[in-house]
């Protein structure tokens, strides 16, 4: 550093002997230049990447690309991992002997030197402290659930489930079944019993069915003696009547006993982005715990696969094999001796059912291209035997499998649907068919059906319409019935499982309405408008769909590699006749011109078979924050038939109820030859903590205007931590941003939290939040030495360039004043000239 | 060096250039800066009439519920509008106008061009996608396509063409490289959709609530009568809040500028006597309209640029006229900074350092408050007004990149993060930030050096450092010229720089030890801190082994500007890492 005077580098004399070269290098201060210029470059590289212009116009962010070097096929390295790669620790290595020897060998101790010692002797603490620091350093994530429900169901023994909104259970009691689900958890619920009168409560309200009776328990969090159930009561509003007003008792079943209890977390997850932590964990089907096998060598960042007949994939992706032997830790596995292989690894990929050849049995199966003029197109997989599968944009793309030239003739002429009305009691069965005059011209007077007191008036009937994408299509004709008591409408459907009897509708104009131009909406009509009423058993109605060709159907057979394309076309100037069919032969890869469309048969095969594998998602189609979220990896178990594909789980969750509800849980399964079956999972190491931890309470501090389910109205998080204490629990433990908590050589930091979620999927409850934290769990060995190399250096830098200036320009005021005739004091002069040196 | 050879030799020439290259290089962009802030074209003369008669002065002063803050309405119609036209106004009407314009009066927005796209690739593809599906035809849409490329600003209807429209799905599906963009794009759209703006108008303060309740819109004061945060009204006082607002309304439909402005002058002390005890006082969102009407004071550059030429005759000259003149226009500049950061920090009600734009304009007043005692430190030697003139090219750069960059460095106020409500936001970011300015003015006087040095200048250099220098009377024993004292000042600044950043880091490293649990978890942000630190460290020995130690000096410090600039910029806005918000 500066302390030697830049004007007049020492010289040095050269050391001698077998070793003579080395200290001489390591002496220099060249070396010591170069030695930085390469920690540079490293760094550089290792942490931005490398920068590229996509384009010339290099003043936009947008024509600039980034290659992250360590994260490459060949390196696979998290930011921790590159910097304690060898090549790093040789570097750091290197400049700590350099700075030693040039240090020793080139700074003579003295006053003027002595900031360029603390310098340098600071960076050797700092290095030797970071040795120390990342040599022991773990660092992971522990998700503590803020209470479980206690079920004790008489004649079972007690099970526990979290306390998350939406989780459910199934108990076999002694007198039949009980199910169980958290519907509703209020993490402040004000309590308004006597003395408690406004106190605030984590409130738990589990939905109970038992083999008699359905209700609701109120469980609330430090007050068990309020506990208590909801009945529903028919007629009464609100429909939801506390026990103790309905029955006189607050609790409807007091066998049944259920309580809260903290959910106490015993382990933490490694950080994978730390470094690669990636760890298997398998058990037996029927058991809960699982056992864990750390998996060494698997990347992390670049998909690994051996064949591409492994997955699906839609880009280039060269095959590059991974055979990784995950070997038994633990006493608890239950593959002790045996081998489990890992043969694949996908970084970001979703599992996908897709039909490809080779199957045995008939199952016509074909992928369609339709392109618009502009040239934009999309694929169609279609299934002819699969009722949700066959037809595509509600049903005007279909395929369809013929077993004769007559059939798919058939197929190109329209069938009117029927309505049958049947009454069993005067044995009258009457068929309308449902023209389309009667579609252009609707009925406005009900008509009787003769022999019988009733009439009927035939609304509007749809065919083919998708209520739910993915789910068989429905048809279904409205007719309204008039018995001598009332008057109702049905809806008849193709399937009699879905016909209903609705209140009519009594705003509606039936008189003249416009059902052509007008037509209802299928899905406002199921639930939205109308209430369902008991079905009337006096009529019996049945429907029978018509048949119209769809705009475009792919016609397969008779023979298994026989093509027709059947399309409606409108000729110019026929607009009055209505459009004419058209049947074309096709094959596979041939564009067909179609209703202003281009169509291709791209794949056919007629006897398909299901096949499910993972589909590689497209680098630009993954979300950056996901990291490791949706990888998995390929496992061979020694014996089992097939490898197969596991996917990743944040943590080692015991079962669909600890998934926190922002993840998953999927395990594989294996059957081994024995008959076992096997649960497996891929997650990360987890360590045991050396105590339990619970989660006794968790807070939002707020910014003005309350918590409005955005982070940015947050102004901290608070999580009222426990930790286990012999048989009890320690006092409860604030850990908050900012403020980590140790206990007993661990710290816990507040990492994550629960934010406000609406219901997943239907029949899901939605769910307030704060019903577990994520604490963040490391150790820090060594920081404190870190600290002290820091602020040695620190000193040090001002020394050097702030305190020996002083001393200089004193001793040479001195030397001029003695020059000068002065006495400034003994030595002033020869302290100049070792200033000099 | 004395005046008359500097005169005669290389630097004298380079003397006469430099001012009048460095004048019109820098004013160059005040000239085209013209363009912030610009109006679309187009706009009927009724409507500017209109707009330009209503007085929102007291609206503007109305209090705003918005993401955990409570601003000034002036502050909140900002913040939407940016989100919906990016930099630009429309029609060069107040963003509060806008934002009520668009909210009472919807369909004069439907066909107008006020939705920013970002992605200048992107506007090109929209370009071309509705030429494809035959827009070309549509009235004046040449002259719309142009403005749009240049502007960015395109109309909902153009946007909702089936074909922009699957054009926009695609490219939402990329997520390496669009999909950001088709979701600013969607969220512009959505802002300015009228009920949106109606919804985010949360006016209206608890009846008797606390600070934890939320602030209601004029919509549901109006509409929700079923809603407890609105029955708690009195009846006479949300009647006379809803009707003015209603007045208002219908006056603005009517494009009635006396009855807007007298129904809005009406409202504010209604809203203000809802629950007086939640309202912000008067003065301090007074200050906050008055801070973002005066553009965030970020035009104090120009006194920048304006001290920085007599500063540079000075220099060269050593002329003290110019330096005078420079010193003052200098202390006025930073006079001002120093006001536009005390506003800030009052309207902000922290002190700024948490974002992009608060850090880039307080590193630049740290510039400033180095400069300062340095310049009388070094008043009576060769040194002078070099601070002066590095710490002004600093700050003028600073100031014209939050000036000219509104979006990228948005002025808007928000809430900190949690993880930045720490002591060492403030030690840790300040020092850091300080020794950046440092580091960038050590470059300044590296770059006059190498300027110095490419005209012919000699290779000299300062024999005992920086402060060393100072000590003993200026550039090295006081007889050196220019090079010795570029120089000397580059290893003052350099030398503070090397203590400051080091420190800095070392308080970042306590702070996020407390804070993740790792003082260092080799984050882009923190390792290239630590780049630029070594490059101050190679320069320190490099200037031990090297002969022309001076040039190896002005080099290094520029390459160490340049690693602190990319960490500033590329690593914040490319590399995401821990430090993304700041």
Known sequence: ???????????????????????????????????????????????????????????????????????????EMTEFEWFHWWPFDLLIGLICVNLSVATLRRIPFRVVNYGVWMIHSGIIILALGSVWYFGTKFEGDSPVIRRQVRIEVPGAEAVSMPAVPGNRTVVQGSTGRYGFQVTNIDPKWSLRSGADEGKVAYSVQVSVQTPTEHFVRQLLVGYPEYTEDVVRVPGAMPPMVRAIKHLGRPLVDEELKLALEYEPQQYVYLANWISKNWALYLRERGTSEWSMRPVDGLPLFNDSIGSYDDVWIDHDLPLDPVSIDVSSVEQSDPLAGT????????????????????????????????????????????????????????????????????????????????????????????EIPLTPRMRLEPSTEFTPIEGTPYAYLVEYWMDDFEVTPGMPLISLASVRLRTPEREFQRWVCDDPRFNRDMEANEDEDHSGHDHEQNPHDPHEMVGERQRTVPTFEGIEALYRKGFAPAPLTLVAGPGEDELHFISLAMPAGSEDLGPTVETRHVKIGEEVAVSGLTATVTSFAARARIEERPFVVPLERRYRDAREQNSMVKVGVQGAAQSVWVPYHHYAFRDANEDLRRHFYRPATVRLPDGRVLDMILSRERLPLPMAVALDDFDVDTHIGGFSGRVSSILNWTSHVRFADGDGWSEST???????????????????????????????????????????????????????????????????????PLIRLRRRKAAELQLAGGSPGPGALGDLAGDQA | MTHRRSLSSSTGRLAL??????????????????????????????????????????????????????????????????????????????????????????????????????????????????????????????????????????????????????????????????????????????????GVLHDHLRIVPPWEGSAEDRWLSMQELVAAHGNPAVTAFPADRRQAITD?????????????????????????????????????????????????????????????????????????????????????????AFALHTVALLWRTYVADRWPNSNMFEAVTTAAWFGGVMALPLEYWVRKTGMRYLFLLGSAAASMVGLMAAHFLPIALTANIGNKMPVLHDVWLFIHTNVIIASYCSIFMAAISATLYLIHRAFGGRAEYVRVGGAGAVMAGGSGRGNGGLGQVCDGVTMVLMELSFVMLWAGIVMGAIWADHSWGRPWGWDPKEVFALNTFLIFALLVHVRIRTHDKGLWTALLAVVGAGVMLVNWIVINFKISGLHSYA
């Not at chain 2, 989100?83 to 029609?91: E, F, M």
């Not at chain 2, 600003?153 to 909702?160: G, H, K, N, T, V």
């Not at chain 2, 439909?253 to 006082?281: F, I, K």
């Open chain 1, 339 to 430: 081998d489990v292989r890992i043969t694949g690894y996908l970084r970001y990929a979703t599992m996908q059912r897709r039909r490809i050849p080779g199957g045995e049995r008939l199952n016509p199966a074909a992928t369609i291209r339709l392109r618009d003029p502009n040239g934009r197109s999309q694929d169609f997989e279609l299934a002819a035997f699969d009722p949700a599968g066959f037809s595509a944009e509600g049903g005007s793309l279909q395929l369809r499998w013929v077993d004769s030239v007559a059939a798919r003739t058939k197929l190109t002429r329209p069938v009117e649907p029927l309505l049958t009305l049947r009454v069993p009691e005067s044995e009258v069965d009457l």
């Open chain 2, 244 to 332: 003015t607002w209603e007045r208002m309304r219908a006056a603005w439909v009517d494009r009635d500028a006396e009855g807007v402005n007298t129904a809005s002058r009406e409202l504010a002390p209604l809203l203000r006597a809802v629950t007086p005890a939640l309202y912000p006082s008067e003065s301090r969102l007074d200050w906050e309209s008055r801070y973002f009407r005066y553009h965030s004071m970020t035009w104090v550059w120009i006194f920048y640029l304006l001290s920085i030429v007599p500063l540079l005759v000075a220099i060269v000259y050593r002329w003290k006229g110019a330096g005078r003149l420079g010193i003052a226009l200098f202390g006025l």
């Open chain 1, 734 to 804: 604030p850990v908050s941003v900012n403020e980590p908590h140790n206990h007993e050589g661990l710290w816990f930091f507040q990492a994550q939290w629960d934010p406000p979620s609406g219901a997943r999927f239907e029949g899901d409850a939605p769910s307030a939040g704060f019903n577990y934290t994520v604490l963040g769990v490391t150790n820090r060995h060594g920081v404190g030495v870190q600290l002290l190399g820091c602020c040695i250096a620190v000193l040090g830098m001002i020394y050097a360039f702030y305190v020996k």
């Open chain 1, 1 to 75: 550093m500066t302390p030697v005077d830049p004007a007049s580098p020492l010289k040095l004399p050269r050391a001698s002997g077998p070793f003579g070269w080395l200290v001489n290098l390591f002496s220099s201060i060249t070396f010591g230049i170069v030695l930085l210029s390469l920690l540079f470059v490293y760094s550089s590289i290792g942490s931005a990447g490398i920068l590229y212009p996509t384009s010339f116009d290099i003043t936009s962010w947008d024509n600039w690309a980034q290659i992250s070097v360590r994260q490459l096929r060949g390196f």
């Open chain 2, 17 to 194: 250039l430099v001012p009048l290259i460095v004048a019109h290089l820098l004013t160059a962009p005040l000239w085209a800066g013209v363009s912030d802030g610009s109006a679309t074209p187009g706009a009927a003369s009724a409507e500017l009439s209109f707009a330009d008669a209503v007085d929102l002065t007291d609206l503007g002063r109305v209090a705003v519920h918005y993401e955990g803050r409570v601003k000034s309405f002036d502050s909140f119609a900002r913040t939407i509008m940016q989100r919906v036209s990016g930099p630009h106004r429309i029609d060069d009407q107040s963003p509060a106008f806008t934002y009520l314009d668009m909210a009472i009066t919807p369909q004069a927005y439907v066909d107008r061009d006020v939705i920013f796209v970002k992605m200048k690739l992107m506007r090109g593809q929209i370009i071309r996608a509705l030429e494809s599906g035959g827009m070309v035809r549509a009235p004046d849409f040449s002259r719309r396509m142009d403005e749009f490329l240049e502007t960015g600003l395109i109309s909902e209807e153009f946007l909702l063409r089936p074909e922009v429209l699957d054009l926009l799905e695609g490219l939402r599906a990329d997520l390496l490289r669009s999909a950001r963009f088709v979701e600013m794009i969607d969220a512009a759209a959505g802002y300015k959709n009228p």
